[in-house]
C-alpha cells in the first residue's frame, strides 16, 4: 500500500492527537443511539464516535432487520417483559439493569420510525404488525443509514476506518482511547472525559460447520466484524466481566446461516424432524413447546441429529404461495443473498421443507447476558471514565436491536453527568503509553516489513476456531464440553496468546486482522474460565456440561471476572442474584 512504502521503523509512523469530551468506541446501533442522546441532552459537548468501518453500513444492522425483537406492545406490561426475559435466560438476569431498559425499550424504535424507518401496521388497529410476544415487523433494510444520517445532522465527529486498541488507562481511570487508521496507517490517540464502549460482541471463536475453505471464511451468523475487540480491551485493563458462560447458540438454516425467526414466528412454521414429527410441540413438549426457552430451540435440531433423527427442518409445505413470497421479501430486508440461495437450489418450499441446523457459538450480550458488569445509576464499568451499552454491555439478555438502542440512551445520559461533574485536572497523555501501545499496534507490520516471515492471521484464527469447537462446545462437538476438554483448551489458547509474537501483517488490513485474533484469544480465555467455573448445565444447547449435566442451585448467581493486572490471571468469582420483579424465575408467568 502507498502510505507503507516510507515505512521502515516505528518512528516513519505519525501519530495524530486528538481531543473530545465524550468518545463513543463503535458506531453501529447502540453507539449511534448514545451520539444522538448525549447531543442531545448536551448539545454543547463535543461527541467523536471512533469507528474500524464506515457509519452508514457498520455493525449487526449493515444489511438491515425484518424484525425488531424487543417492544412492549399495547397490553403487555414492564413486568412481563421481565419474567419473560429471565425465563428465557435460565433465570439469570440483572433485573435492575433490565427494568430500566424496558422503561427505555419503546423510544428509539418510535423515533426510528419517525426518522424514516417504515414498520408494518395492522390494517384495523394502525397498531404496529407483531410476531410473537415482543417482535414487531419492520422493513430495515434502511435502518442503519437511518441513524447514521441523524448522528451526522446533529453535528457528531466521525473518524470512520479507525481501529480502536487499547483504552487510555491513567490515574486508574479511562481518558480515551488509542488505535490505528486503516487508509492512512496513523495512530491515533483520543483524549475524552467520557468514553463508551459499544463494539458489539464476539464472532469468530469458533469454528463455522461451513468453514471448508477461505469461500465460507465468514459464513457466519453475527457480523464477522464484531471480534470481540471492546471486550478484550476492558480484559486487559482489568474490567469486571460477567456472564460469558453464557453463550449464544443459534438455530439457523443449513449451508447460509439464515434466520429461522423469520419463517417458524413470522409465519407459524412448526419445527420437524426426519420422521415429520412436530419437535417443539410433541416431543419436547415438556420443556416448553412454542413457549420454550431460546437455548432448549437451539439444542433441539442438534439432540435429533444425535438421537438418530435428523436431519430437521422448518415445515414450509403448509405455506400458500403468498406466505412464501411475502417471507422471501420478509429475507430482502435482512438477508437478501438468502433468496438467491434458495433461487440457485431451484428448491420449491411447498413440497421442501427448508432445513436447520445450529450455528457455531458467539458471546454477545444483546442477546445474553455477556458483557461489561455495569452499575444501573449510570451504565458506567468498572473501570472510572468507561461506559458500555449494547451487545458488549453485560446483565440484560433478549435487549436485540431495541433493548441495545435503548442502553446507548442509558449509557450516554450516565456519561452527560459524568462530564458535566467532571473534576480530573487536565494533563498530557503519557508519552510512555503512546510509545508502547504504539510499538505493540505495529509490530506484525514492521515484523513483516524486515523478516517477511512469520503466522498470519487467517492461521491463528483458524487454529484457535478449531481449538474452541472440538474443545470448548463447538458446533461440532453439538456443544458438548467437559472438564478435561476446557483445560485443554485453556492451556492450548494460552499457548497461541504467547505466540502472538510471531503474527505478521503485510498491509494494514492484515494488520487489524492480527489484532483482531489477538482480541478473540482474549476473549476466548475469559470465556473458558467461565466455562469451566460453571458446574451444571443451566442453558442445554448454549452450555453443556457432560461432566455435570443438572442445574446446580448453588449456582443460582452470577459467574464473573477480572484479569489481575501484576499477574496476569483471570480471577473468577460470583455475585450474588437480586430479584426485583417477583414470581418463579424459570416462568415466563
Known amino acids: 500500500m502507498e502510505q507503507l512504502k516510507e515505512i521502515q521503523g516505528l518512528e516513519d509512523i505519525q501519530v495524530e492527537y486528538l481531543e473530545t469530551d465524550f468518545l463513543i468506541i463503535g458506531a453501529g446501533n447502540a453507539g449511534c443511539f448514545a451520539a444522538i442522546e448525549a447531543k442531545r441532552k448536551a448539545p454543547e459537548l463535543n461527541v467523536m464516535l471512533m469507528e474500524k468501518a464506515y457509519i452508514d453500513r457498520s455493525g449487526c444492522l449493515a444489511g438491515g432487520m425484518d424484525a425488531i425483537n424487543t417492544y412492549i406492545k399495547k397490553g403487555r406490561t414492564l413486568e412481563e417483559f421481565i419474567k419473560w426475559s429471565r425465563s428465557q435466560a435460565g433465570g439469570i438476569i440483572r433485573e435492575d439493569l433490565a427494568i430500566k431498559v424496558a422503561e427505555n425499550l419503546n423510544k428509539p424504535v418510535e423515533e426510528w420510525e419517525e426518522w424514516g424507518l417504515p414498520i408494518k401496521k395492522d390494517e384495523d388497529t394502525e397498531e404496529y404488525k407483531t410476531r410473537g410476544k415482543w417482535d414487531i415487523t419492520i422493513q430495515g433494510e434502511s435502518m442503519k443509514p437511518i441513524i447514521a444520517e441523524k448522528v451526522r445532522e446533529l453535528g457528531c465527529k466521525v473518524l470512520n476506518r479507525v481501529v480502536a486498541t487499547n483504552y487510555i488507562l491513567q490515574d486508574g481511570m479511562v481518558k480515551g482511547a488509542m488505535g490505528f487508521g486503516l487508509r492512512d496507517g496513523k495512530m491515533y490517540v483520543v ?75 413470522g409465519y407459524g412454521t412448526p419445527i420437524i424432524n426426519a420422521l415429520g414429527e412436530k419437535v417443539l410441540q410433541e416431543r419436547y413438549a415438556h420443556l416448553g413447546g412454542d413457549s420454550a426457552p431460546r437455548y432448549i430451540r437451539a439444542n433441539v435440531p442438534m439432540m435429533e441429529w444425535l438421537e438418530g433423527r435428523g436431519p430437521c427442518f422448518v415445515d414450509t409445505t403448509k405455506m400458500s404461495d403468498e406466505d412464501i413470497k411475502q417471507m422471501k421479501t420478509d429475507y430482502l430486508n435482512e438477508r437478501p443473498t438468502y433468496v438467491l440461495f434458495l433461487a440457485s437450489r431451484a428448491q420449491d418450499l411447498r413440497t421442501e421443507p427448508i432445513e436447520i441446523y445450529g450455528s457455531d457459538p458467539y458471546v454477545v450480550g444483546g442477546h445474553t447476558a455477556s458483557g461489561y458488569w455495569l452499575d444501573s445509576n449510570n451504565w458506567s464499568t468498572t473501570l472510572p471514565g468507561l461506559f458500555a451499552c449494547g451487545d458488549v454491555a453485560g446483565g440484560v439478555p433478549n435487549k436485540f436491536v431495541g433493548g441495545c438502542a435503548a442502553e446507548g440512551l ?58 474452541m469447537d472440538e474443545y470448548a462446545g463447538g458446533v461440532h462437538q453439538f456443544y458438548r464440553m467437559n472438564e478435561q476438554q476446557l483445560n485443554y483448551a485453556l492451556k492450548n489458547v494460552k499457548m497461541l496468546q504467547e505466540q502472538t509474537k510471531y503474527l505478521v501483517a503485510e498491509d494494514l488490513h492484515e494488520l487489524m486482522k492480527a489484532h483482531e485474533v489477538m482480541d478473540l484469544l482474549d476473549v476466548a480465555e475469559v470465556l473458558i474460565h467461565h466455562l469451566l467455573f460453571r458446574k451444571e448445565t443451566r442453558w442445554p444447547g448454549w452450555q453443556t456440561r457432560t461432566d455435570y449435566p443438572q442445574v446446580d442451585e448453588n449456582l443460582d448467581c452470577f459467574v464473573n471476572s477480572r484479569r489481575n493486572k501484576e499477574t496476569g490471571e483471570v480471577e473468577v468469582f460470583t455475585r450474588p442474584y437480586e430479584q426485583i420483579v417477583p414470581g418463579n424465575r424459570l416462568s415466563p408467568n
Not at 194 to 208: E, F, H
Not at 436 to 448: G, H, N, S, T, V
Request: aromatic content about 10%; charged content about 25%.
Open 410 to 467: 442509558l449509557a450516554a445520559r450516565g456519561a452527560v453527568e459524568y462530564i458535566k461533574n467532571f473534576q480530573q485536572a487536565d494533563g498530557e497523555v503519557s508519552h510512555e503509553l503512546v510509545s508502547q501501545e504504539k510499538d505493540r499496534i505495529f509490530a506484525p507490520l514492521l515484523r513483516f516489513l524486515r523478516k517477511g516471515d512469520g503466522v498470519r492471521p487467517q492461521e491463528m484464527e483458524e487454529r484457535l476456531q478449531r481449538l
Open 191 to 265: 483524549k475524552a472525559k467520557a468514553t463508551c464502549v459499544a463494539t458489539g460482541g464476539a464472532a469468530g471463536l469458533y469454528k463455522p460447520y461451513q468453514a471448508d475453505g477461505i469461500d465460507s471464511h465468514h459464513q457466519l451468523w453475527y457480523c464477522p466484524f464484531n471480534t470481540g475487540s471492546g471486550y478484550a480491551m476492558g480484559i486487559r485493563a482489568g474490567a469486571e466481566m460477567t456472564t460469558f458462560e453464557m453463550r449464544w447458540c443459534a438455530t439457523r438454516t443449513k449451508d447460509f446461516n439464515g434466520p429461522i425467526d423469520t419463517i417458524s414466528v
